[in-house]
T-cell receptor, first 117, second 113 residues
Framework: GAGVSQSPSNKVTEKGKDVELRCDPI?????LYWYRQSLGQGLEFLIY????????KSGLPSDRFSAERTGGSVSTLTIQRTQQEDSAVYLC???????????????FGPGTRLTVL | AQSVTQLDSHVSVSEGTPVLLRCNYS??????LFWYVQHPNKGLQLLLK??????LVKGINGFEAEFKKSETSFHLTKPSAHMSDAAEYFC???????????FGSGTRLQVQP
């Protein structure tokens, strides 16, 4: 596709429910990132996938958060037992290569707005 | 660990006047630095990046930024603001060991007619 796509664009859920957010990166991009944008915390890094390497999960706020990337392409971010403080816009980004000494631009998707009631 | 400080949460300018959005970084080594822009209901877009080549970096839409190591600053400027520049701007640093981006808190730019 032309850019990073995310679905759904909006998700409203009840406290305690599980949610899955999907990201389709730009074709051929080997690196994929999840970020969260919230009023209180600004933009925060969550998790990073690079090729077949073990993901960098250092930004995940709790063990209720997990993510996987199947076949080196599509990624799903799962939040279990959602809490009101999970309400935020979840952004996905991809880049050509996350390793080495040269920075490759991260292209961002439009985000998924999650509201936990 | 890196940190990025955007000194102004809101900046308001008149159309046609210069824009200055201030950013300071804290890092134990020369970081990679970026400015991203986010228009309402749109995704983040890269404006420009500094990666230890020229200290004056030119970006899209007439924006530029100067890396000043002595001041640990990376301020964003534009000579003449346009109404379409109204958006939120993020100063961003990258941990080259991790590739994750560290975002500043953002500066909302308003452009008055």
């Amino acid at each position: 596709g032309a850019g990073v796509s995310q679905s759904p664009s909006n998700k409203v859920t009840e406290k305690g429910k599980d949610v899955e957010l999907r990201c389709d990166p730009i074709s051929g991009h080997t690196a994929l990132y999840w970020y969260r944008q919230s009023l209180g915390q600004g933009l925060e890094f969550l998790i990073y996938f690079q090729g077949n390497s073990a993901p960098d999960k250092s930004g995940l706020p709790s063990d209720r958060f997990s993510a996987e990337r199947t076949g080196g392409s599509v990624s799903t971010l799962t939040i279990q037992r959602t809490q009101q403080e999970d309400s935020a816009v979840y952004l996905c980004a991809s880049s050509l290569d996350g390793g080495g000494g040269t920075y490759n631009e991260q292209f961002f998707g439009p985000g998924t707005r999650l509201t936990v009631l | 660990a890196q940190s990025v400080t955007q000194l102004d949460s809101h900046v308001s300018v008149s159309e046609g006047t210069p824009v200055l959005l201030r950013c300071n970084y804290s890092s134990s080594y020369s970081p990679s630095l970026f400015w991203y822009v986010q228009h309402p209901n749109k995704g983040l877009q890269l404006l420009l990046k500094y990666t230890s080549a020229a200290t004056l970096v030119k970006g899209i839409n007439g924006f530029e930024a100067e890396f000043k190591k002595s001041e640990t600053s990376f301020h964003l400027t534009k000579p003449s603001a346009h109404m379409s520049d109204a958006a939120e701007y993020f100063c961003v640093a990258m941990d080259t060991g991790r590739r994750a981006l560290t975002f500043g808190s953002g500066t909302r730019l308003q452009v008055q007619p």
